[in-house]
């Protein structure tokens, strides 16, 4: 049965033993997992990192041995872990992975065992990162932005010695894992669909796959370009990014370097990057606010032109992190405006999801509480983006709170709600069993409105001025207690909220063999991944037919038909 | 290729094969467009002092262009199921292509007893940075090439589409054109 | 109905907030009013949208919930909407960015007439520089910076002997007259940041950036460094005082030129060398221990060392501590200081003398 699946004329690996099946599998629903793992447990110490900067900042002195170096340690290794080794892997890794051969009505990924090799090399990345708390140095304190000359200088921890040096080896790792997936994800979007399954029949969420794919193979490149030249400046003590400077009572051996023209290449590469995170959020939103409010995606096709839009003007607006950076400053009129013009098809986005909720049938599920979740903080992180983005308001904002609570509520709250919805709705296909209800509700209420409470506030001590990155705030008058009031409080939530997500992580694994059994659609979704003969699909996916596909993904509330959804591969005359 | 049999949806017709190496092609790309845009940069700043390029490159080109020559061999040989054209074709590509960066280590070598050592100089540096680069992913083809060539002299009956041997050899002939324009920027710059 | 309860309370609180917020813009003391202006447009347009688009959530979670054998309507698309929708945004980003991109417009054009001041950022101080009489910065250069001349300055330039220097975190600058900065950085980026005149602009090493505006408010205001620059980022605080013209010309010409510096001699000058090498950032006069330990009552006392040692300070730690750091870390502080291996013996003496005047 399966062993006669034929491939593009290749038969479909089967894998021989323990270490084939589990460790090196070219299954990507064991690869997926296997992403998902790892991205959780580097994303925990993430959170632990963030946690211990809070302490800091809520309860200066209390621990004597955040000293300002381990602070800026902190600062740095929580922003790039969380960005790049959660977010983007869990994203990409992680959803891409299970999702696209599966939506698709696959078999796998076009080539699985290239597949296997970039979840590998991820993780290799992990490994060099990790390495980089045990060495002498520590980790680099340069900030996630890793900005020369600070970076590779004395007076940053980890500047002198290997701290510096792993990040950017671990991130250079990291870039060769991604192309290696994204190669993937590529052909297999182009190549692979089921019969039927034209561009504009594919679910939201494979056209955000894709384009985020397609961002961050185009945008990477401009990070290890700079990886590389920072690594010569520190290692070769050559002058790519390092002018002439007088340090410690001497001047030292470099010259004529450009600084900013690292930033040109690191936010070249850093915008898109956001996008690459936003995109697949905005899928999962997609996709579950259809299936949960049982009714249609409103205006598909804008949906797909809106994502195509923002895909390309994801490339033109870098240079609004750069506004006071001293880069030519009449550059801040053009970035300016395409930064505005990229809200616009956003903001399109926002209008469908919420316009899908009118004259809808709406289940008030775990899934779909993360969704409204989603679209009112995601409403709050993207609006405070147009007064950064506004390049003369950007003047008294810049590196202060504001931007913590922007980036924060658009990068972390968001997105991160959107994938505990994402976790929650596709559990019972990767398990086979629902996860508990009761206690998916409290970490829900827990995160939602902890996050709101830490991080709504920083944007009114940004507009007093309060800057970021700072170790303490003692010595500046025009900051009052109350602000260290805030702080405390913030600090309290932090502790509380980050307390919550271990509720999460029980309830994962628990149910996994407690919960309730699900049956292959309990959601009763369109999308084929629910129309495999069981859940979790066996290896291969479909048996002995690929799925045939007759209609768009989100017939839910079709008329004429008794049941409230018809799945993609139900042909007309089968419609009951 | 027969779509119906696979049930699958072709963009443009293409294989699989073919839109990951066009894929991988653009990213390549991108990467040396980024370096080739930081070198033009950096050109304008005044310690700027141009590096000779040394003749042995020319010698490399020519490596590289025989490399070229012999992977489109192969492929015509793949087209005619003719196992032996294959194989000499194959052999051909691979041994230049290990050539071209041993020739292109030997230049590095030349020029550091010259004087031109990395350091010194950003236009120094940008050299060995780019021409490095560059060996570096025909290294990565090489390794492919290993795969490719191994299958061959086994004889599985699979290698004998034309296509795997034909993506190698689009590949060589990618690197060659990079080799071009970065071979055209050093010597007019 | 727990999610329409809590979303409308976060939804009426958001809005409220701004109205009982504690923390708000600074007490304006610049010309930079127009910033705020945007910023209060900003608000308003993005609040209406927030409060549009959530209450229309909030209205659909309480009109639509499910209801078994009711069917959601079938509405795949409609492009008029889409179309208002769509222009309705423009329009809302055109209000936002026109004021702006005219606010940015005065920001970035340099006035023709005013006050000239450089200010030049090194890790972890502020230092600044007027141009003097001829009202001519005169050249600097990364080769001629020592800790005599740590503003680099050419001797041999005419435009440079007049150049007044203030080799200290503060400065004063007059009110009501344009002050246009030229900002310059010894070491890694910067940023002169001051929140009450919302100006602010990076310090790139190895080029000019510029800064204007005019202080409007007689005070004392505090300059936040507001780029990341290392492990003292956060204790590089300048000040400002803005004072009426007449006292803003008595306190420039008490200043000294660079002219005047040059003959000034090494000793006695420890506490000179401090604020200009930057030693202050991290060890403090006051007996509070920062990034490094405070000097205050230091001279004499017994001291534990990161390996355990016991030491005394005395003249010769002190000499070692300067020019070799890592030989001697005190513990519970981070290895970090730079070693200033090229100063002289004077300058080793007068900044040991300095250090024993802080102790008893």
């Known amino acids: ?576 | 290729m027969d779509n119906t049999v696979n049930n699958e949806e072709r963009f443009m017709g293409l294989t699989h094969g073919q839109v990951f190496v066009y894929t991988l092609m653009t990213v390549i790309s991108i990467l040396f467009l980024f370096i080739t845009n930081a070198y033009l940069f950096r050109m304008n700043f005044e310690d700027w002092r141009s590096v000779p390029v040394p003749s042995l490159l020319w010698v490399n080109t020519g490596s590289l262009v025989l490399a070229s020559v012999g992977m489109a061999w192969a492929k015509s040989g793949a087209k005619k199921t003719n196992l032996q054209t294959i194989k000499v074709g194959l052999a051909v590509g691979g041994l230049f292509a290990v050539i071209f960066v041993w020739g292109q280590i030997w230049a590095w070598q030349e020029l550091t007893t010259l004087g031109f050592f990395l350091t010194i100089n950003p236009a120094n540096t940008f050299f060995y940075l780019i021409t490095a680069l560059h060996a570096l992913h025909v290294l990565g083809g090489v390794v492919a090439w290993f795969y490719v060539t191994l299958k061959t002299f086994k004889q599985d009956a699979s290698i004998l589409k034309p296509e795997s041997i034909g993506l190698l050899g689009a590949y060589w002939h990618y690197m060659l054109l990079v080799w071009v324009m970065l071979f055209g920027l050093l010597l007019t710059t | 109905m727990a999610f329409v309860i809590v979303a409308t309370i976060i939804v009426i609180g958001t809005v409220l907030w701004n109205a009982v917020t504690p923390w708000w813009f600074t007490p304006l003391a610049s010309n930079w009013g127009s910033l705020d202006q945007t910023i209060i447009i900003s608000l308003w347009v993005t609040g209406v949208a927030f409060v549009l688009v959530s209450g229309f959530i909030i209205y659909c979670v309480i009109k639509f919930p499910y209801r078994e054998g009711h069917k959601a309507e079938y509405e795949p698309e409609n492009t008029k909407l889409e179309f208002w929708l769509t222009v309705i945004t423009t329009v809302g980003v055109v209000v936002l960015l026109a004021p702006g991109l005219i606010a940015w417009n005065d920001y970035v054009a340099l006035p023709d007439e005013g006050i000239e001041v450089e200010g030049v950022g090194q890790q972890w101080v502020w230092s600044y520089r007027f141009p003097g009489e001829d009202g001519i910065y005169g050249n600097t250069s990364g080769r001629l910076f020592s800790s005599k001349n740590t503003f680099g300055l050419d001797p041999n330039d005419p435009n440079s002997l007049d150049d007044i220097l203030i080799r200290s975190a503060e400065v004063h600058l007059p009110i009501n007259e344009n002050v246009i900065m030229q900002l310059r950085s010894k070491d890694v980026l910067h940023d002169f940041y001051i929140p009450q005149f919302r100006a602010k602009m990076d310090l790139v090493p190895g080029q000019h950036t510029n800064l204007w505006f005019e202080p409007t408010l007689l005070g004392t205001y505090e300059v936040a460094c507001a780029e990341y620059c290392g492990t003292g980022h956060y204790a590089m605080r300048g000040l400002i005082t803005v004072d009426t013209k007449e006292d803003f010309q008595t306190w420039l010409a008490q200043q000294p030129t660079f002219a005047q510096t040059l003959n000034e001699g090494v000793e006695g000058s420890g506490k000179q060398i401090a604020q200009t090498l930057g030693c202050v950032a991290c060890h403090s006069d006051n007996g509070v221990n920062g990034i490094g330990p405070t000097w205050k009552d230091s001279f004499g006392s017994v001291r534990e060392l990161a390996s355990g040692e016991i030491v005394t300070i005395d003249e010769a730690y002190i000499k070692e501590s300067v020019v070799n750091p890592a030989a001697k870390i005190a513990s519970g502080y981070a290895p970090i200081m730079p070693a200033y291996a090229t100063l002289s013996d004077e300058e080793l003496d007068a900044i040991t003398d300095y250090i024993k005047t802080l102790s008893n």
């Open chain 1, 1 to 576: 049965m399966e062993q006669n699946a034929m491939y593009e004329g290749q038969p479909l690996h089967h894998p021989k033993g323990w270490w084939g099946r589990y460790v090196f599998s070219q299954d990507h629903k064991v690869i997926a997992l296997q992403y998902i793992c790892v991205a959780l447990a580097i994303g925990l110490t993430g959170m632990f990192l963030s946690l211990l900067m809070r302490m800091q900042l809520g309860f200066p002195g209390l621990f004597e041995s955040i000293s300002a170096g381990n602070y800026y340690q902190d600062v740095t290794m929580h922003g790039m872990i969380m960005v790049i080794y959660l977010l983007t892997a869990l994203f990409l890794g992680g959803f891409g992975n299970y999702l696209i051969p599966l939506m698709l009505g696959s078999r796998d990924m076009a080539f699985p065992f290239v597949n296997m090799l970039s979840f590998w090399v991820y993780f290799l990345s992990v490994i060099i990162l990790v390495c980089s708390f045990f060495v002498e140095s520590g980790p680099t304190g340069a900030g996630w932005t890793l900005y020369p000359p600070q970076s590779i200088l004395e007076g940053t921890p980890g500047a002198d010695g290997a701290g510096i040096l792993l990040m950017l080896g671990s991130l250079a790792v990291f870039i060769i894992a991604f192309t290696m997936g994204g190669l993937n994800y590529i052909t297999t979007v182009l190549q692979s669909r089921a019969k039927g399954m034209s561009m504009m029949r594919m679910p939201l969420i494979i056209w955000c796959l894709f384009l985020a794919t397609f961002l961050g193979l185009l945008a990477f490149p401009a990070l290890l370009v700079g990886a590389i030249m920072l690594i010569f400046d520190r290692v070769l003590e050559t002058s790519f990014f390092m002018p002439e400077i007088f340090k410690g009572g001497e001047v030292l051996d470099y010259g004529g370097g450009s600084p900013v023209l690292f930033q040109h290449l690191f936010w070249f590469f850093g915008h898109p990057e956001v996008y690459i995170i936003a995109l697949p959020a905005f899928g999962i939103i997609s996709e579950l606010i259809s299936c949960h409010a049982r009714k249609n995606i409103f205006g598909y096709n804008m949906m797909v032109w809106a994502l195509i839009a923002i895909a390309g003007i994801a490339f033109i607006v870098w240079a609004h992190h750069m506004y006071v950076a001293g880069m030519n400053p009449y550059l801040g009129f053009f970035f300016a405006t395409t930064t505005l013009i990229i809200a616009v098809p956003t903001a399109i986005k926002v209008y469908n999801w919420v316009i899908t909720l009118w004259n809808a049938n709406i289940k008030m599920t775990v899934p779909m509480l993360y969704c409204l979740a989603f679209l009112i903080t995601f409403l709050i992180g993207g609006l405070t983006g147009l007064f950064l983005g506004n390049v003369a308001v950007d003047v008294p904002l810049s590196d202060t709170y504001f931007v913590v609570g922007h980036f924060h509520m658009v990068m972390a709250v968001s997105p991160v709600l959107a994938l505990y919805g994402g976790l929650v709705h596709w559990y019972p296909s990767v398990t086979g069993r629902m996860l508990d209800d009761r206690l998916g509700k409290i970490h829900f209420w827990i995160t939602f409105v902890g996050t709101y409470l830490i991080y709504f506030p920083m944007h009114y001590i940004g507009f007093l001025g309060v800057p970021r990155r700072y170790y303490s705030n003692e010595q500046y008058d025009f900051i009052p207690q109350s602000v260290n009031d805030l702080n405390q409080f913030i600090t309290v939530c932090a502790l509380i909220v980050g307390a919550a997500q271990f509720i999460f992580l029980y309830n994962l694994i628990v149910s996994a063999y407690r919960g309730e059994e699900a049956g292959s659609n309990p959601w009763g979704a369109c999308t084929l991944e629910w129309q495999a003969l069981e859940s979790p699909p066996g290896h291969g996916n479909w048996g002995d037919q690929l799925p045939v596909v007759y209609r768009w993904p989100y017939d839910y509330g079709l008329p004429g038909a008794t049941a409230d959804f018809v799945p993609q591969n139900v042909p007309d005359e089968q419609i009951t």
